[in-house]
């Protein structure tokens, strides 16, 4: 993706590929740099040459993406991040006691914010050393690296830009780790997708290391819709701007302005659907893709999937990729799920 970031003071040493700033706790390696655009260009025409068109959802996180979701957080009806966190503050110490975490790795880490939470209960049980976030926004992973090892004095942070299904590899060698993987973004990937998903992050994990996974809980649709349908609009434009980032990365022309944000709730595959839906009919040249789309007025593209588990779907989930689920977490609120893990 393009990173439109302000050039780095601390300067990169371009042989080394890894990036060095902060002094010695802040490693930040960014591989994606190395991936060659063809592979983005030939993602794009896969799903967007699919029926119905798709575009798949890690583009919606350039840097407006990325800000543009963390306003979705702070919407009152968004409600699956401060239901993590509730439930993150009441279960940390419980998962830090009963992993021994010393190397907290976060798949798809964002701002870090409910990270702290986690990072607050290594902390007082004298078990902080190493934090690896993973995620596809640099500007994201840098900024969290800043702070976190400003506030934790016994921290080290080593980042990893990139797309987590390419560059699990990245993540570097094991202490004694814990890996989460919050947010409900599992249920962004179609059921097959999850399970080789997490059967390639078990492949990279020792027996007995454990993982956290938060998943959204299937309940009222309304509350649901209501979710992935803000009155602020925040959610909308999120979904919208995935369409200027594809017409950034790949000099296509879409018609941004003639699309509508749709979010309904799909009960048989028990999740959010994220929808745009061209108002008008529209011819798109994407030139990079070698591609002419013709899309029909009322014709959808589809943008995410957000889907909701019970705890019987989680534990099927884990089981079939080759984890155990020791610890099911819904807390007092009992809105979300954090699932602790064990490698098998
Ligand atoms: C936190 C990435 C899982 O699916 O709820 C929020 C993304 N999309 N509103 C989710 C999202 C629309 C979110 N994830």
């Known amino acids: 993706m393009d990173r439109p970031e302000a050039p780095d003071p601390e300067a990169p040493d371009p042989a080394s590929g890894g990036r060095r700033g902060g002094g010695r706790r802040i490693r930040v390696d960014h591989p994606l740099e190395a991936v060659d655009r063809r592979h983005v260009f030939a993602e794009l025409r896969a799903g967007l040459t699919e029926t119905p068109c798709r575009i798949p959802s890690k583009y919606f996180y350039d840097d407006l993406g990325s800000d543009l979701f963390e306003r979705i ?160 609009g925040v959610t909308a434009a999120f979904n919208l701007n995935v369409l200027t980032v594809v017409n950034r990365l790949t000099g296509s022309d879409f018609d941004v302005a003639s699309f509508r944000h749709r979010a309904p709730w799909n009960a048989e595959k028990h999740r959010i659907e994220m929808w745009l839906v061209a108002e008008t009919a529209q011819r798109v040249r994407l030139p990079a893709l070698e591609l002419e789309l013709d899309v029909a007025a009322g014709e959808a593209i589809l943008t995410e999937i957000s889907t909701k588990y019970d705890r019987v779907l989680a534990a099927s989930l884990l089981d079939d990729s080759g984890f155990g689920m020791e610890r099911w977490y819904t807390g007092s609120e009992g809105l979300f799920g954090l699932c602790l893990a064990v490698r098998r």
Do not use: C
Request: net charge negative.
């Open 73 to 232: 957080t702070e919407q009152p009806e968004y409600y699956p991040t401060r239901a993590e966190a509730a439930l993150l503050r009441e279960i940390a110490d419980d998962v830090v006691s009963r992993t021994g975490a010393r190397e907290l790795v976060e798949i798809g880490s964002g701002a870090a914010t409910k990270t702290r939470i986690l990072l607050d209960a290594m902390e007082r049980a004298g078990q902080l050393h190493l934090y690896v976030p993973m995620d596809v926004s640099e500007g994201t992973v840098r900024r969290a690296a800043r702070e976190l090892v400003e506030r934790y004095p016994t921290l080290s942070v080593h980042g990893v830009v990139g797309d987590f299904m390419a560059h699990l590899g990245q993540i570097p060698d094991p202490d004694e780790r814990l890996v989460i993987f919050l947010g409900g973004t599992i249920g962004n990937l179609e059921p097959a997708t999850a399970r080789s998903f997490l059967r390639s992050l078990g492949s990279q994990m020792h027996a007995g290391e454990h993982l956290l996974l938060g998943v959204d809980r299937i309940k009222d649709p309304a509350v649901l819709e209501a979710a992935y349908n803000d009155a602020a």
